[in-house]
């Protein structure tokens, strides 16, 4: 659906069913799951190209704002609709219905923020609550969009923030579900060719012709709320969540339970495995991940092949997390080169090689289960990471008995 007029990059960030998933169709998806999306890197990486092409798609249902660190939110108020700040001044009535006016009328489905870490913490948390759709005014929310609005900011790596580093990062982490490093992912050198040869001119290309394709992303995003989610898929968040949490009994039997003692506590081999590098993913994480994957086998249907939901999911697992701050950075830094997404693909490795050896034990108890049956021969097979199995084996079969 989305491709990018004036960025170029045919760098691969994942193959799936041997189609090749470029930039675009990253965000591609993340427009069609509603998944706010932060882009960081380098100057001149093409950040702010990227986010003016998609902005392109949506018309005047679009904002740009550019994050600068003397921006109020009064300031933020009058870019979004000139009228905020005239109602501010007013004596509202305690219903607030001069602002719910106000806010039904913000039809913007798409905020963009150039250098979002340039912007005060006041103005970033309203700004994360437009990404998220709605306005907050003395408390209460107000929603915008009128049920679709979606995100996308830049920032640069050691860039100065206005706070410390880890505050930004805890909200980024907690607003934007889609964290992609571009210096990792760069433009191939034909494409820095065809963009010179198009285009000479140095400063961002802004676009004369809006091209307002606002209903049919709207209709793919509600198109794929609407699509089965396979229990592979559920299975393999679960694992992400709880099979991730496990540790051996001597450590606790949790990562979640060891708190700040994660990873300082473990020893050994365990120091040396995977149980040192990695934290669970969060429900709310999972549900991000779960509707990238969705989105992204929409993709790879369309160009033609058949979804792989191991992979698809694997491939979100990895764009997702690995700058959720649930990796260990000593580790990253130490033995993959300072690269996450080099520690993901570790992971996902280990992943792929436990997960097949479970398939079928995996198969045979839901369909068990979903006949109301337990075997405690079959429920026994599921030890360490792939104890969380027998729970939901368990459950699901005394649910179909009431």
Known sequence: MFKAKTYKNSAEL??????????SDMVDASLRGRLNTFLQGNTGSGKTQLVRDVMQYF????????????????ELFQQVNPEFLKALKEQRDISGMRFKELTDKVNYHFIAVDELPNCVPAVRAQLFNLFDGFIEIDGKAYPIGSGYSVGMATGNIGQQFTESS??????????????????YYRPQPIDTLDMLEADRNPRVNFGEKHEDKTKEIIESHKNLRKREISDEKYI???????GL????????????ALKSGWPNKLEGHALGSDEALILPVSPRAAKSIITLSQALDSIVEEKGAEPDHFNSMMTAFKFASAYSGILNQAIVMQNYDENPYKAMDAVIETTKTQFKQQEDKIIAGLDMAGRG???ERLLNEFQGRWGFMRNILESLADRQKR
């Open 14 to 23: 994942a193959n799936l069913s041997g189609v090749p998933i470029y930039m």
């Open 59 to 74: 018309g005047d249902k679009s904002l740009f704002i550019l994050g600068r660190n003397d921006m109020d939110t009064r």
């Open 166 to 183: 880890n505050e930004l990062g805890r909200a980024l982490k907690d607003r934007m579900h889609l964290i992609i490093d571009t210096d």
């Open 236 to 242: 393999l968040a679960n694992y992400l969540i709880h």
């Open 245 to 256: 949490d496990y540790l051996p009994d001597e450590f606790g039997g949790s990562k979640t």
């Open 373 to 375: 049956k337990k075997s």
